[in-house]
């Protein structure tokens, strides 16, 4: 089943910060970010596997709460590049061999200056 | 350099005609996947293979094809039986542990 992200769009100013969620109706084994321009393939943002595991990623990070089975992904000090469509994608627990994932359907970020 | 490419990068289709796409990876990964993007859509998957000569229907599979002949290449047919086929098509391979796309074909019906 599909996760479910939240908000589905966002409005920002430059330096302005955001929180994405996205949470699973199942329980999950790993969540892995994307972020997509306007035409273009989604680019690999980080993936998240244990339970209430933080990362960072220059002023991008994310967390993972396992019993709860959402994931946040945290934009703090938004730059005019961070505009673009997130998306989430998990496995279910025990994942797959092969790395297939559910998508949800996509949170818009538009930064403006 | 090692990377995913999909061709032509705009197809057009006159209606009953089927079209492919293609999608090649030289990263060396096992599994490949196609999506179809609709505007303010998310990734709906199409097929998915895990290993050469064996494939799976996704979610949306009707009026679709694909092979596995090669490691490196997963060529989509988009059928006449496809009434609906403008979108965005994302082609993706993974290791163990993530997914990694491809630049897109976008399909326009004449």
Not at chain 1, 93 to 113: A, D, E, N, R, W
Not at chain 2, 41 to 51: A, D, E, H, N, T
Not at chain 2, 74 to 86: D, G, H, I, Y
Not at chain 2, 89 to 106: D, K, V
């Given at each position: 089943q599909?996760?479910?992200?939240?908000?589905?769009?966002?409005?920002?100013?430059?330096?302005?910060?955001?929180?994405?969620?996205?949470?699973?109706?199942?329980?999950?084994?790993?969540?892995?970010?994307?972020?997509?321009?306007?035409?273009?393939?989604?680019?690999?943002?980080?993936?998240?596997?244990?339970?209430?595991?933080?990362?960072?990623?220059?002023?991008?990070?994310?967390?993972?709460?396992?019993?709860?089975?959402?994931?946040?992904?945290?934009?703090?000090?938004?730059?005019?590049?961070?505009?673009?469509?997130?998306?989430?994608?998990?496995?279910p627990?025990?994942?797959?061999?092969?790395?297939?994932?559910?998508?949800?359907?996509?949170?818009?970020?538009?930064?403006?200056? | 350099?090692?990377?995913?490419?999909?061709?032509?990068?705009?197809?057009?289709?006159?209606?009953?005609?089927?079209?492919?796409?293609?999608?090649?990876?030289?990263?060396?990964?096992?599994?490949?996947?196609w999506?179809?993007?609709?505007?303010g859509?998310?990734?709906?998957?199409?097929?998915?293979?895990?290993?050469?000569n064996?494939?799976?229907?996704?979610d949306?599979?009707?009026?679709?094809?694909?092979?596995?002949?090669?490691?490196?290449s997963?060529?989509?047919?988009?059928?006449?039986?496809?009434?609906?086929?403008?979108a965005?098509?994302?082609?993706?391979?993974?290791?163990?542990?993530?997914?990694?796309?491809?630049?897109?074909?976008?399909?326009?019906?004449?």
């Open positions: 599909q996760p479910v992200q939240s908000p589905q769009a966002v409005i920002l100013r430059e330096g302005e910060d955001a929180v994405i969620n996205c949470s699973s109706s199942k329980a999950l084994y790993s969540v892995h970010w994307y972020r997509q321009k306007h035409g273009e393939a989604p680019v690999f943002l980080m993936i998240l596997l244990k339970g209430g595991e933080q990362k960072g990623h220059d002023k991008i990070s994310a967390s993972f709460n396992e019993k709860k089975q959402q994931s946040s992904l945290y934009l703090t000090a938004s730059q005019l590049s961070y505009s673009g469509t997130y998306f989430c994608g998990t496995e627990p025990g994942g797959t061999s092969y790395g297939k994932l559910t998508f949800g359907q996509g949170t818009i970020l538009t930064v403006h200056p | 350099d090692g990377g995913i490419t999909q061709s032509p990068k705009y197809l057009f289709r006159k209606e009953g005609q089927n079209v492919t796409l293609s999608c090649e990876q030289n990263l060396n990964h096992d599994a490949m996947y999506y179809r993007q609709d505007p859509q998310g990734l709906r998957l199409i097929y998915y293979s895990q290993i050469v064996d494939f799976q229907k996704g949306i599979a009707e009026g679709y094809s694909v092979s596995r002949e090669k490691k490196e997963f060529p989509l047919t988009v059928t006449s039986a496809q009434k609906n086929p403008t965005f098509y994302l082609c993706a391979s993974s290791n163990r542990e993530t997914q990694y796309f491809g630049p897109g074909t976008r399909l326009l019906v004449l």
